[in-house]
């Protein structure tokens, strides 16, 4: 069973950048399409973007396009999320997810793995 650590959240101000990490315990992430999810609070879990399993087609939330970039290192077995030109409306708990499939995904039922969320605060 795949195991997903995230990090990088934290607290940043409206146009500051953060970048996120998730980790999978196992090397066989590199075959899994990769996810980033977020909820905040009372609001049901959206999506944000999603990589393919070799990093040729990715898919981005329209909030987001031109300020977030997913991205993956397969020999390390981490995907990234680059956040610039944050916003307050960007706050929110984010989760990492791994799909079932090799593509790339934005609906939360085709992933089978999720990690356990990092907070990002963005003050106004």
């Known amino acids: 069973q795949v195991q997903l650590v995230e990090s990088g959240g934290g607290l940043v101000q409206a146009g500051g950048s953060l970048r996120l990490s998730c980790t999978a315990s196992e090397r066989a992430f590199r075959n899994h399409g990769m996810g980033w999810f977020r909820q905040a609070p009372g609001k049901e879990r959206e999506f944000v973007a999603t990589?393919?399993?070799?990093?040729?087609?990715?898919y981005y939330t329209d909030s987001v396009k031109g300020r977030f970039t997913i991205s993956r290192d397969n020999s390390k077995n981490t995907v990234y999320l680059q956040m610039n030109s944050l916003k307050p409306e960007d706050t929110a708990v984010y989760y990492c997810?791994?799909?079932?499939?090799?593509?790339?995904?934005?609906?939360?039922?085709?992933?089978?793995?999720w990690g356990q969320g990092t907070q990002v605060t963005v003050s106004s």
């Open positions: 997810a791994a799909a079932v499939g090799s593509g790339y995904y934005s609906r939360p039922t085709d992933y089978a793995y």
């Open positions: 990589i393919s399993w070799s990093g040729a087609y990715r």
